[in-house]
């Protein structure tokens, strides 16, 4: 039975209570004022001020009225880059907030597979992929308080004085309003906590039953709940990052954040089940259970870097201007993260797991593992940050103090889920076979 030591314990509690003190510390500092937003974006230019534009402007012979014409657009958009600007603590704790939820979310689909499917080779995992999902109801009430008090620093259209200058919005606010808002996010959060809590509940039951009804429970609810997230991802996707940029829209979308979240689950749970192997846990669990998740890793890689090319290349070629302002930002102010996430993504998993015996060799799954979730974790931030920070974004203390907490919590969380029941299943049907899984 694994023991959860105390110094992961109190290494989780030091990474919280750091993450704590930095996310405090970026909210704290942001700037207040006009003036100290206008000097940090100085700072980060180069130092050219107001007086250096001026001064070009007289040289260039611009008229005085043209001038002050300009100063109050420039005034309107001295605001808007103060907004930015604050809005950057909210935007990393929400990047790091939204990882490693989606983490505990894309294992327990892949849980909920297993069961639906009837899989013979996976049971031998159950408890490490329920323990990885032990995150999810902590980490997703956190997700959702932040959508919801996050207001206009992530949501323009929560703003009735925007939305009353623009038809669009105002044609969108029958789906785009705040109270729907709210329930739509409620639904999702209790519904994936519901299914979490009774598949664990059966599973645990059905090491001491008399026949299999706790497994066959199971099997009802994990077709019920794939069905269920099927409905819900998608508006998931749609109004926790789409409605960040209320104007643009891609049919892709949500399958682009269901790829990411399936191969990051399936990464952790095969990087936990190589740890505590390791430490002789897991003597059930062979090399083709790690060849499978390797697979997996691979295969996942490749669907989401179908569905990324599928989404850009179409948006490159039609070429329309209100869809092609999304990735405009992003290659011009995040140029090396957004095709470097794609090295991560694609390229380093496609080499290094191509062969199938590297997918037999821990260290190979490990190494590629911290790719896809360093990868994955940049995706993440460039589907927030260009949307709410803009150009104005940094890699510092918010984001930093952000994946320390949640690291911190997410170690907590899963390492003490762990400790609570023996690791070897019972009583499944399939288990035998699964133990036994060889090809």
Request: with cysteine; proline share 4%.
């Amino acid at each position: 039975m694994y023991v959860f030591s105390n110094r992961l314990k109190i290494a989780s509690f030091v990474l919280m209570a750091l993450g704590i003190i930095g996310l405090a510390s970026g909210f704290l500092t942001v700037p207040k004022t006009v003036d100290e937003a206008k000097a940090i974006v100085a700072s980060q230019q180069g130092g050219h001020g107001e007086s250096h534009g001026e001064a070009i402007l007289d040289e260039l012979g611009v008229p005085k009225s043209v001038q002050n014409t300009e100063e109050a657009h420039g005034a309107e958009h001295d605001l808007h880059v103060l907004h930015q600007l604050q809005s950057r603590p909210w935007s990393a704790t929400m990047v790091a907030a939204f990882f490693f939820m989606m983490i505990a979310l894309g294992a327990l689909v892949f849980y909920a597979i297993q069961y639906a499917s009837q899989a013979g080779w996976s049971p031998v995992l159950y408890r490490v992929i329920e323990g990885v999902t032990a995150y999810l109801l902590p980490g997703s009430i956190i997700v959702l308080l932040i959508v919801v008090f996050a207001g206009t620093h992530f949501y323009p259209w929560q703003d009735k004085e925007l939305v009353a200058g623009d038809q669009i919005l105002q044609d969108k606010a029958v789906y785009l309003n705040f109270p729907f808002f709210v329930i739509r996010a409620l639904i999702l959060v209790v519904g994936w906590n519901l299914y979490r809590y009774f598949s664990r509940r059966n599973a645990l039951l059905q090491a001491d039953a008399v026949g299999y009804k706790p497994y066959k429970e199971n099997f009802k609810i994990s077709v019920i709940f794939l069905l269920f997230f099927l409905v819900t991802e998608a508006p998931m996707a749609w109004d926790w990052f789409m409605s960040m940029t209320p104007h643009w829209y891609s049919t892709m979308f949500a399958w682009y954040i269901f790829a990411s979240m399936f191969v990051t689950g399936i990464t952790v749970v095969a990087l936990v089940t190589i740890y505590l192997k390791g430490k002789g846990l897991l003597p059930m669990v062979n090399d083709r259970h790690l060849h499978d998740l390797g697979l997996y890793m691979f295969a996942f890689s490749i669907f989401w870097t179908y569905i990324w090319f599928g989404q850009f290349m179409l948006i490159w070629y039609a070429n329309i201007p209100e869809e092609v302002t999304y990735f405009v930002m992003r290659i011009q102010e995040y140029n090396g993260l957004f095709f470097g996430m794609l090295v991560l993504n694609f390229v380093f998993p496609i080499l290094v797991l191509m062969n199938s015996d590297y997918k037999r060799i821990p260290w190979f799954v490990v190494t590629t593992g911290i790719m896809i979730l360093i990868g994955h974790y940049i995706d993440v931030f460039q589907l927030v940050m260009p949307s709410t920070v803009g150009p104005y974004w940094q890699f510092g203390i918010p984001e930093i103090a952000a994946i320390c907490f949640f690291s911190g919590l997410f170690v907590f969380v899963v390492g003490t889920a762990l400790a609570k029941v023996p690791l070897r299943v019972k009583g499944d049907p399939f288990i035998k076979e699964s133990e036994n899984y060889h090809y």
